[in-house]
T-cell receptor, first 114, second 114 residues
Framework: GESVGLHLPTLSVQEGDNSIINCAYS??????FIWYKQESGKGPQFIID?????DKRQGQRVTVLLNKTVKHLSLQIAATQPGDSAVYFC?????????????FGAGTTVTVRA | DTGVSQNPRHKITKRGQNVTFRCDPI?????LYWYRQTLGQGPEFLTY????????KSRLLSDRFSAERPKGSFSTLEIQRTEQGDSAMYLC????????????FGQGTRLTVV
């Protein structure tokens, strides 16, 4: 079965608000996680990653938080824009740091309201 | 466009026919991955190559599926005797395999078996 999953399949956000997308994983040995964004008709696009020796990592308008105690990670998007509307996947890398043998969750569909 | 290229973008075939998809990775990326994505789900790992060597195959890759990367550049994924359950998006990704670099996905080939 899948080892990663998302809490909610859909999220509706007002433009300009912050978005929080959650993900739970079950394999406590997992040490590398990635968030992907997938727009309709396109392949997944890398957003941000985090290793298990970190609990927070920031990018441009995005922050990933990792809580190993409860095996939970989240993606925060600041000042959500219409272009952020997409399906967001968390993925666990079951390979080494260079092997992208990823296990994906089912995804959260984010819809940004104008 | 120097990203991962997949052809064709769409394929409709009759049940029982064979189909072949092609993936051209980013130039000089020595790792190439195939994933399958069904509607509403996250991608599922199928197999990956380092140069021309196929290093791992998922249990999802039945005997009807075969992947090759003969010269360590482009790859093909063939499905023989297609079944309706093979209908999905087939995604290819590549990575350099050096350092902590991300894997880049192509736009996928959408297969519909009728």
């Amino acid at each position: 079965g899948e080892s990663v999953g998302l809490h909610l399949p859909t999220l509706s956000v007002q433009e300009g608000d912050n978005s929080i997308i959650n993900c739970a994983y079950s394999n406590s040995a997992s040490d590398y996680f990635i968030w992907y964004k997938q727009e309709s008709g396109k392949g997944p696009q890398f957003i941000i990653d985090i290793r298990s020796n970190m609990d927070k990592r920031q990018g441009q308008r995005v922050t990933v938080l990792l809580n190993k105690t409860v095996k939970h990670l989240s993606l925060q998007i600041a000042a959500t824009q219409p272009g952020d509307s997409a399906v967001y996947f968390c993925a666990e890398n079951r390979g080494s740091s260079n092997d992208y043998k990823l296990s994906f969750g089912a995804g959260t569909t984010v819809t940004v309201r104008a | 466009d120097t990203g991962v290229s997949q052809n064709p973008r769409h394929k409709i075939t009759k049940r029982g026919q064979n189909v072949t998809f092609r993936c051209d990775p980013i130039s000089e990326h020595n790792r190439l991955y195939w994933y399958r994505q069904t509607l509403g789900q996250g991608p599922e790992f199928l197999t990956y190559f380092q140069n021309e060597a196929q290093l791992e195959k998922s249990r999802l890759l039945s005997d009807r599926f075969s992947a090759e990367r003969p010269k360590g550049s482009f790859s093909t994924l063939e499905i023989q005797r297609t079944e309706q359950g093979d209908s999905a998006m087939y995604l290819c990704a590549s990575s350099s395999g050096q350092g902590e670099t991300e894997a880049f996905f192509g736009q996928g080939t959408r297969l519909t078996v009728v």
